[in-house]
């Protein structure tokens, strides 16, 4: 069989997305960077939140091998990833106002903490919430969404307000409204969404960007090793053990 026309264009999408966010967001994805690199080297503590197919891009970072050690993620229970039945139960949830409230009370984090908050459309109740008590308390929040969603849809918050505006950091994924990047003659939807591979690409940029940020600080950067390479669990072990007040994902 020979390749398949559809499946290069997504490539094709793909590239050219991820070339916007490199060439389009650097200085945003550095200031995000030096703002993780400041709470870790001044000893806070870093989490990660998404909801539905948002929260990939978080965990993308949380117990990672390659990645810090001090990423957590905060969970929100139902509407982490798509693991609840009826899947539609964690699209619902994302529109109850008071549930992010109830959830960063509940939560390890403090003020000076770095809290990032994926969501393509940045439009639901639990993000725009979320960020907002999250700086409420004093945390530093970096919105990872999409700035289209922003101009050309409705907020679903009583504000009327996205993400995007309550965030001291915004990472714009420049994904088109839809998040479906090809279209067919005989197909009725658009279809091949892009938002995971560019949300992902982002978070480890900024990670990247923290690793930099901290070893040009001369501080060793709590990273973690695969545990399919010798040595790495030994390695492992000493990185939790040092940071084990700031790493919660481990009780």
Known sequence: MGESGLAGRFFDAAVELLRRVRDEEAANVAAAGEAVAAAVAGGQRV??????????????????????????????????????????????????????????????????????????SGRNALPVEMAMNARALGLTVIGVTSVAYAEETKSRHVSGTFLRDHCDIVLDSKIAVGDAELTH??????????????????????????????????????????????????????????????????H
């Open 47 to 120: 989490f990660a939140f998404g909801a539905g197919h948002s929260s990939l891009a978080a965990q993308d970072v949380v117990y990672r091998a390659g990645g810090l050690a001090v990423v957590n993620l905060l969970a929100v229970p139902g509407v982490v990833g798509v693991d609840v039945m009826p899947a539609t139960l964690g699209s619902a949830l994302e529109r109850v106002d008071g549930l992010a409230g109830a959830v960063l009370d509940s939560s390890p984090a403090t003020a000076g903490d770095v809290l990032f908050v994926v969501s393509l």
């Open 185 to 250: 003659q005989r197909v009725a939807a658009p279809f091949a969404p892009a938002s995971t591979v560019v949300t992902s690409a982002l978070m480890q940029a900024v990670m990247a960007a923290a690793t930099e940020a901290l070893a040009d600080r001369g501080v060793e950067p709590p990273l973690l090793r695969s545990g399919n390479v010798d040595g790495g669990h030994e390695w492992n072990g000493r990185v939790m053990s040092e940071y084990a007040d700031r790493i919660f994902f481990r």
